[in-house]
């Protein structure tokens, strides 16, 4: 199964992504900022990462960027999770046939066929 690094501020998105995938076999890793998300993306090499949009320190679409500047990271499939407008995301960034976007709340069942097609389960 599948390796995710969740990046998100809000420490209840990650544990709840580390609750309900884990029944599937999924094991979730957690960042709250950058600095951590770049660490833990190097050092783990997630199958898939979530990346929340409105941080404090750092935008997801400037991490993003960081992200796939990392050895590997290039290959490694984003799902933005938002609240907000995915085009204007889509305007910020590359064409990157491994980026998706999942609204908040999340929908559980999406993002589980999300992982399934991106990670390649």
């Known amino acids: 199964m599948a390796k995710i690094l ?3 501020d809000d420490s209840a998105i990650p544990e709840l992504l580390r609750v309900r995938l884990a029944d599937a076999g999924h094991s979730v ?4 900022g950058a600095d951590e998300a ?3 993306a190097a050092s783990e090499r997630p199958d898939l990462i979530t990346l929340d949009v409105h941080m404090p320190d750092v ?5 993003y960027r960081r992200l796939r500047a990392q050895e590997g990271g290039e290959r490694t499939p984003i799902v933005f999770v938002t609240g ?6 889509l305007e910020s960034i590359p064409a990157d046939p491994r980026v998706s976007f999942i609204d908040k ?3 559980m069942d999406h993002l589980a066929r999300l ?3 991106l990670a390649g389960e």
């Open 59 to 63: 935008d997801g679409i400037e991490l």
């Open 84 to 89: 907000g407008n995915p085009g204007e995301i």
């Open 29 to 32: 890793v957690a960042a709250s």
């Open 105 to 107: 709340p999340i929908d």
């Open 6 to 8: 969740a990046i998100d």
């Open 38 to 40: 770049l660490a833990l």
């Open 115 to 117: 992982i399934a097609a």
